[in-house]
């Protein structure tokens, strides 16, 4: 089997693009716990959960949060192996990238844990000064775990809410929570309007596939890709012009309006009032 | 005397880019009239209907909608935009443009919301053109998970939501099946059934036939080249070339040379 090449690995992340949102969209319609609750109690609460993961310096709160995060995603039906892949799959390319040198003696001074290299004298490299051993540092160690598990919790809280919301429903959420109004129907319109110039896209790939025989240069198919990327842009500002037109004759007068269906249900204060005991609860005990 | 829905006079439009797009265009639009506007792509149909709906203005000339002048400075004023607009409906001819809301529900509820009619109202009027398309199942449904004909059944819905007095309707049959093609003919032939005006942009002449009752002419030139009956314009095959609406088609039947003029 040979490697995929630049385009043919381009087509496969946007129809994998689709099918995510697709799946996104499916748990959201799931009856499990968080899908049943209100959305503007779910995004209040999960703003308190954010907020306490934010500020707490405790490891044990943060590991509190994250596990009430992944008993949530079970009893919302969301599966666990693509819920934890979501979260971690990025945490250790990118989180992990910047945790990591703060571990060591020379960033993060402290009591020594592991000594990794003893160096016949010590070294001063620009601003940096490396004592005569190397070593992993308790402060560290602890520093670099509470970054990855807050960052891991805050991503866990982020889409364990996107997972049980449906889009055109959050929206509407923020927008009864006077988040301003423009910038909601920006945020919907783009999403309404990526799957589109996706699609297009794909069929400018398959199009390409269908009239391509053997091997073609990665650089050839670069600049192929950057002459498609020239087109949509222009496709794009196209279609906005029009958009706005139609929002216009329906209309449009710079003021969005949204109507809300929401009840706020006994279910709905019950689970508020359990996000603020158990963060309350939480932060009490670990301190 | 009834006050015509549009007077249209000694019209001309060019584009930002210097392209003409109409030149000296002049009809009268009554209320309850069904007019299609036939002509090839780029002769200038749409334009024409953008300018009908305010979302574009003349470079010349001028257009009166219900007696009073449609001008920029006019539709400015939301008093006169939202009342000009309940009574004016446009359906784009890509219904990717019009359905620009998260949801059907939303998509159809725009309208009446924008217009600042009441919720109750608002949820009231989305529900009943739903309901009066059959597509209350689209409900939740995000566009694009929708199909072309699911889509022009919700851009129709969104405008039968605010049900206005004129429908402009631009190439409302184009890339359907057969099948959804007929149910928006029906569609829009129970709309004139009600006394709605209907302005259609089109170039299929057998769909103009069955809804037209006054025919209006685009040529290349972007000039009218002719208005009046259907039955007399439609079988005019000259006046359809020079639109190039017809063409000669040539074909062999055994070694038999046949021409005969072919509809598009």
Known sequence: MHRKNFVAKTLTGLTEAVKRAVFAEHYARLPGLLQGLDPRGKILTFLALLIATAVTHRPEVLLGIYLLTVVLALASRIPLVFFTKRVWLFIPLFTGAIALPAIFNFITPGRPVFTLVTLAAPINWGPFHFPGEITITEQGLRGAVIFILRVATSVSLSVLLILTTEWARLLRALSALHFPRVGILILGMTYRYIFLFIKVAEEMFLARRSRIVGRTSTREQQRWVSARLGFMLNKSYNLSNEVYLAMLSRGWNGQARFLDDFHFQWKDAAWVAFTFAFIFLIVFFAS | ?264
């Open chain 2, 1 to 264: 005397m009834n006050t015509p829905v549009f007077t249209v006079s000694d019209m001309s439009y060019t584009y930002p880019d210097g392209l003409t797009g109409l030149q000296e265009i002049n009809f009268t639009v009554m209320p309850g009239e069904n007019v299609v506007i036939l002509g090839v792509n780029g002769s200038g149909k749409s334009t024409l209907l953008k300018i009908m709906d305010g979302l574009y203005f003349p470079s010349a000339g001028k257009i009166n909608a219900f007696g009073e002048p449609l001008t920029e400075r006019r539709l400015q004023d939301d008093e006169y935009a939202f009342a000009f607009r309940r009574r004016v409906g446009f359906l784009f001819q890509d219904p990717d443009v019009q359905l620009f809301s998260p949801t059907v529900w939303q998509e159809v509820a725009f309208s009446p919301l924008q217009m600042g009619l009441p919720k109750k109202e608002v949820a009231e009027r989305a529900n009943e053109a739903l309901s009066a398309l059959a597509i209350e199942k689209l409900r939740d449904r995000i566009p694009y998970q929708l199909s072309e004909g699911e889509k022009k059944k919700v851009a129709l819905a969104s405008l039968l939501a605010l049900d206005p007095e004129v429908w402009l309707l631009d190439e409302p049959t184009a890339n359907l099946d057969p099948r959804t093609q007929d149910w928006v003919i029906e569609f829009l032939l129970s709309l004139t059934d009600k006394g709605k005006t209907l302005i259609v942009a089109i170039h299929e002449l057998e769909v103009a036939e069955v809804i037209a009752g006054q025919a209006y002419i685009l040529g290349e030139d972007h000039r009218l080249a002719a208005q009046g009956r259907p039955k007399e314009i439609l079988r005019d095959e000259e006046l359809l070339l020079r639109a190039n609406l017809l063409h000669r088609h040539r074909h062999f039947h055994a070694d038999l040379e046949h021409r005969h003029p072919h509809r598009h």
